[in-house]
């Protein structure tokens, strides 16, 4: 199971690294002001906007997620199934 306080961790982390607020961040994608706090006190979040928060961030889901400790978005590198 994923932990959710600390994905939205890494998405406040990634932000700041940015220079983006999260007030500014979550009005450009028109989602609630309170979207990261109350998925970090485990409300769900749809895969829709944690993909356009990644994109936003130009951050790997990933990374996001726990499952890297790389951040950056590689373009063209996908693995095959």
């Not at 999260?22 to 994608?29: E, F, G, K, Q, V």
């Amino acid at each position: 199971m994923y932990d959710t306080s600390a994905i939205s961790g890494r998405i406040k982390q990634v932000a700041k690294l940015r220079g983006v607020t999260m007030r500014t961040m979550l009005s450009d994608l028109n989602m609630g002001i309170n979207a990261i706090s109350q998925f970090a006190k485990g409300s769900e979040m749809s895969i829709i906007s944690f993909v356009r928060i990644a994109d936003y961030l130009k951050c790997s889901t990933d990374y996001l997620l726990g499952r890297s400790d790389d951040m950056e978005l590689h373009p063209g590198k996908h693995q095959k199934l």
